[in-house]
């Protein structure tokens, strides 16, 4: 175990910083509770002073997933899974049939090169056939991902902007 009296530098202040920036923005940390702990981060003179700054926050490596609470969240948890497995699906489909498409247009002058987005298409809708995500589904889907992206923004501007007033 470390001696929580070594005094710590600036980089090590930065890192404490930069630490509870992440927790803040997946959502370990409040906006009050963010801000008190930058500023004892900023302030911390000792490797004691830093580390009781973590003690109560989950590791940033090992992110907890609990069980749903309810059957609606775990249906809500089934269609997110989904979603998440359909935007993979499609990102190799379709990087994989660019990829066809400008291999058989310039390199290999296939003749049937206009193929490979039509085939695309086809296997993203398989895609979504096999993994039951219908449209509604979808529409959903991109609701609320798009609603989590604007709230992960707002923290991350929040962390920044704190960051920049304690001048790490």
Do not use: C
Request: hydrophobic fraction near 45%.
């Amino acid at each position: 175990m470390e001696n929580p009296d070594i005094r710590v530098g600036d980089a090590e202040r930065s890192e404490a910083l930069e630490q509870l920036s992440q927790h803040f923005v997946n959502g370990a940390l409040g906006p009050d509770e963010f801000e008190q702990r930058t500023g004892e981060a900023a302030a911390a003179r000792t490797r004691g002073d830093v580390e009781k700054l973590f003690a109560d926050l989950p590791e940033l490596s090992t992110p907890r997933a609990s069980a749903p609470a309810t059957p609606h969240e775990a249906e809500l948890e089934d269609m997110l899974s989904r979603g998440r497995k359909v935007q993979i699906v499609d990102s190799v489909i379709w990087s994989v049939a660019m990829i066809a498409l400008f291999l058989g247009l310039f390199v290999f002058d296939w003749s049937y090169f206009w193929i490979s987005p039509v085939i695309a298409f086809f296997a993203s809708w398989a895609a979504r056939g096999v993994l039951k995500f219908s449209e509604s589904d979808e529409e959903l889907f991109d609701e609320l991902s798009e609603g989590e992206k604007k709230k992960r923004a707002e923290r991350l501007r929040a962390a920044a902007e704190r960051r920049r007033e304690l001048g790490a």
